[in-house]
């Protein structure tokens, strides 16, 4: 009988291997022959940082000397996590292989796992490190210099090769990454590659037009506003936005207009205003007629 036709499942759960070796490899820790434990060097484990930048800085890019914790092989020991003066010896458990070969009643088969007293190493330290208490390793601070390329986002980490921690045994460094927090900026907002400007425009500048100076990463632009600008109208500036990562070019400022109405008037912004308001009244008057007009047709159209 096939193995799909018992249980109809194991070519799924295995993804193509033999179902009959898995399941003694998760019963016996390792199928006939063993998989050999462990040994030698190992490479360190990976470190995590968070690195808060300015708005400006993940614009242009900068440099950043950050100071963090992180395994380094013990000075007292020099790695091998005995005292000095003594060495490690084979591990008398399974004779250095690392390993333990067991017969097992079922199958008269053989399992091999690893040794529980040196852990896979194949020797033991009869005298461990007074420093490291034998691990070989130490926590030590570490500070480098990192470099942020311009364009980064809070999306994006960087990785350092070689600044984690360092492995076991004398294995090698692993890797540091950097998660980038790059903070709010009081008027600008990315968009992606482009930066977003918010403009406040009374309702005077808003309808006759005026030609002002806006703020960009870069500096101060001036940017011509027209007559009858409304709010929601859009100004691109180009290349004042953000770099393109990694490439040439950057990105557009965009400036958003909100035409901003007054809530206090001085006696003669409202005389000033009462008069302005008259002007329109015949226009207004006709603009309410036509709506008028306009709400009539629908109520007929509904029968109401």
């Known amino acids: 009988m096939s193995p799909g036709a018992m249980g109809g499942g194991y070519g799924d759960a295995f993804s193509g291997a033999d179902?009959?070796?898995?399941?003694?490899?998760?019963?016996?820790?390792?199928?006939?022959?063993?998989?050999?434990?462990?040994?030698?060097?190992?490479?360190?484990?990976?470190?995590?940082y968070t690195l808060r930048l300015s708005f400006e800085e993940a614009i242009f890019g900068?440099?950043?000397?950050?100071?963090?914790?992180?395994?380094?092989?013990?000075?007292?020991?020099?790695?091998?996590?005995?005292?000095?003066?003594?060495?490690?010896?084979?591990?008398p458990k399974c004779g250095g292989s690392g390993e333990v070969r067991q017969r097992a009643p079922l199958f008269n088969m053989v399992t091999v796992t690893t040794c529980d007293q040196c852990m896979g190493v194949g020797y033991v330290i009869p005298i461990p490190c007074r420093e490291c208490r034998g691990e070989g390793r130490m926590r030590q601070p570490r500070r480098i210099t990192v470099k942020v390329p311009a364009g980064v986002d809070s999306s994006q980490r960087l990785r350092i090769s070689g600044e984690g921690d360092v492995g076991p045994r004398g294995g090698p460094f692993g890797n540091l990454y950097i998660a980038l927090d790059v903070q709010a900026h009081p008027r600008f907002v990315r968009e992606g590659n482009d930066i977003?400007?918010?403009?406040?425009?009374?309702?005077?500048?808003?309808?006759?037009?005026?030609?002002?100076?806006?703020?960009?990463?870069?500096?101060?632009?001036?940017?011509?506003?027209?007559?009858?600008?409304?709010?929601?109208?859009?100004?691109?500036?180009?290349?004042?936005?953000?770099p393109y990562l990694r490439q040439q070019g950057r990105g557009d400022q965009i400036v958003v207009v909100r035409v901003v109405v007054p809530d206090k008037l001085n006696e003669q912004q409202r005389r000033l205003f009462q008069e302005l308001a008259r002007t329109f009244?015949?226009?207004?008057?006709?603009?309410?007629?036509?709506?008028?007009?306009?709400?009539?047709?629908?109520?007929?159209?509904?029968?109401l």
């Open 19 to 48: 179902p009959f070796s898995t399941i003694f490899d998760a019963f016996f820790g390792g199928a006939a022959g063993g998989q050999r434990g462990q040994r030698g060097p190992q490479r360190g484990t990976d470190l995590a």
């Open 281 to 303: 009244e015949p226009d207004d008057q006709q603009n309410s007629e036509r709506d008028e007009g306009l709400f009539g047709r629908i109520k007929d159209a509904l029968g």
């Open 62 to 91: 900068t440099e950043k000397e950050i100071e963090y914790l992180r395994l380094e092989s013990c000075a007292g020991c020099k790695g091998s996590g005995a005292e000095a003066g003594t060495e490690p010896v084979r591990c």
């Open 196 to 242: 977003l400007l918010e403009l406040r425009l009374n309702v005077a500048q808003a309808a006759l037009g005026d030609e002002l100076e806006v703020p960009t990463v870069d500096g101060h632009e001036k940017l011509r506003v027209p007559a009858a600008t409304q709010t929601g109208q859009t100004f691109r500036i180009r290349g004042k936005g953000v």
